[in-house]
């Protein structure tokens, strides 16, 4: 294990202090039935080696996922919802910790707030793949929909409607990081 970790380019002082201090369960693991895969769907995700050592360093926990209950449903998920694989790799760098909950409980507040505005199926897809900054961002979801239905002055037909699609997309890019 520990050789396999080092091959990932772990550097030796985060191998006992970051890595199997935060979770020791890692050395019951099998490189080659269990982390080998694992590493083999989070690099078809485009997560490369090096990338995966960075964040086992910082999230351990992330080597006890497995290919097929945890990255294949968080994959399937994401994918329904418009993202693309680069997206699904940029979005475990900010939320490791979606490979060991349900997406749905992380991510479905804020898909059902846009639902509220009638973006949902094809508008949905589209938002996402211009942006998924909305589903890691910071503060509630609902009160940012209320912001551009407020403030903003658009109506619920306005905020869903095709010909303003560029215009809300932009609005909500900027409006969820600036919650970041």
Sequence with gaps: ????????????????????????AIL????????????DALAHLG??????????????????AEPDAHVA???????????????????????????SGEP??????????????????DALRAVVRGSALFLTAAGAAQEQIDLLCGPLGYSKEQASNTELHAQRDVILSRMFVECV
């Excluded at 091959?7 to 202090?17: D, K, N, P």
């Excluded at 019951?28 to 590493?39: A, F, H, K, N």
């Design 1 to 24: 294990m520990i050789s396999f970790l080092r091959s990932l380019g772990v550097r030796q002082e985060h191998l006992f202090s970051r890595i199997l201090c935060g979770c020791p």
């Design 73 to 99: 449903r968080l994959a399937r998920y994401l994918r329904g919802i418009g993202a693309s694989d680069n997206q699904i790799a940029a979005l475990l760098h900010e939320v490791p910790h979606a490979l």
């Design 104 to 121: 749905e409980e992380l991510f479905g507040r804020r898909v059902a707030a846009l639902a509220v505005l009638g973006i949902e199926g």
């Design 47 to 64: 997560v490369a080696p090096a990338a995966a050592a960075r964040l086992a360093c910082a999230h351990p926990e992330l080597l006890m």
């Design 28 to 39: 019951g693991r099998d490189v080659d039935t269990e982390l080998t895969p694992l590493l």
